[in-house]
């Protein structure tokens, strides 16, 4: 892999169907994550990142505990969130539970900070949703000074101020943060405005069509006159010795995902056809072989001149097993065919 791109996972514990066509239970499908994450590590991936969600279709609401028992079977892949709905959560607890998680992996923690494309944690936490922009720019603006790990006085009308008041555990090196961005340049420009990373989600269309994204996020960057700041991408796929397997493998997890999201918001049936487009070499699944995958990465790699690429390999009730056999090709065989795509040792 070359130095300075990173390959990572995401995961939102998604419910899937074990090998005699059962539902699993949250259970079982958190202790999968964790197993992935342990392989994930021993492969060589650079990131395993697991999103909160607050609704059936997946498992994980607590990142955090679910990241920490990954940390202490770990030992070089960074962990975080993909992402961490800071509009619901209360910043204070969020720097804390993210200083605590980079203690136990040894300065391994990274957060992602959005607003969710879910809505689901506002009314289960008391919040509404008319304050949905007020809520992530006045919360973000707090984190922010939260993150310099010195005494903060801070005024909003989304929380009590605070006054002179300093978080605990402090970190050795601070925390790696990035704002989950879905593409308007409203989001992108307040992203450069407060320091952070760019993670874009690309999950439709044309990745190359996030270049502006990523032109107006460092014109911006450097207009604020901060240095260099990365920008990262988030794409589902899936992984396997052919295309023709990956295809069969994912299309009728990802069918079950689309339509059953898809129904509460109005989208048409998924189909056979759109996912063949969604696949082929401008849709926004990487799923195929492994030379498949890498030329698809490299591709938008080099199109977005990305700093890292995360790969949302759970996919519906895609099973456990699978998975398992797409984090290993993702690992040991896309991983080095990127490389020697982009040029790198």
Avoid: C
Avoid at 222 to 232: D, H, I
């Amino acid at each position: 892999m070359t130095s300075s791109l990173q390959l990572g996972l995401d995961t939102f514990g998604d419910i899937t169907i074990d090998e005699d066509g059962h539902r699993v239970s949250d259970a079982r499908a958190i202790r999968d994550t964790v197993e992935q994450a342990v392989l994930a590590d021993h492969v060589g991936l650079h990131f395993f990142g697991v999103g909160e969600h607050h609704r059936p279709e997946f498992a994980i609401s607590s990142p955090e505990i679910v990241l920490a028992a990954a940390a202490a079977r770990t030992e070089q892949i960074r962990l975080g969130t993909a992402v961490t709905v800071l509009s619901s959560d209360d910043p204070v607890r969020v720097y804390e539970r993210f200083a605590t998680l980079d203690a136990v992996s040894a300065g391994r923690a990274e957060v992602i900070l959005g607003r969710g494309s879910f809505t689901e944690s506002f009314p289960l936490f008391g919040y509404d949703l008319s304050d949905y922009e007020v809520l992530f720019e006045e919360k973000l603006d707090l984190f922010s000074q939260l993150l310099l790990e010195k005494p903060v006085t801070w005024q909003g009308t989304t929380r009590p101020g605070l006054r002179s008041a300093d978080v605990y555990p402090k970190t050795e090196n601070g925390i790696t943060a990035w704002v989950g961005v879905g593409g308007s340049p409203e989001s992108v420009v307040r992203t450069a405005r407060y320091g952070y990373g760019m993670l874009l989600a690309i999950i439709g269309g044309a990745p190359a069509r996030f270049r502006a994204y990523v032109d107006l996020f460092h014109r911006s960057v450097e207009e604020f006159g901060r240095a260099r700041l990365p920008v990262g991408t988030h794409s589902p796929g899936h992984i396997a010795e052919t295309d023709e397997q990956a295809w069969e493998e994912l299309y009728p997890a990802l069918e079950a995902n689309r339509n059953t999201i898809g129904a509460e918001r109005g989208w048409p049936p998924y189909s056979r056809l759109q996912f063949q487009n969604d696949v082929g070499p401008q849709g926004a699944v990487y799923a195929g072989s492994p030379e498949t995958v890498a030329r698809k990465i490299a591709a938008t790699v080099s199109a977005l001149g990305a700093d890292r690429f995360d790969l949302k390999y759970s996919n519906g009730t895609l099973s456990h097993s699978r998975m398992m056999r797409s984090i290993e090709l993702y690992g040991t065989r896309v991983a080095p065919l990127v490389a020697d795509m982009l040029g790198g040792s």
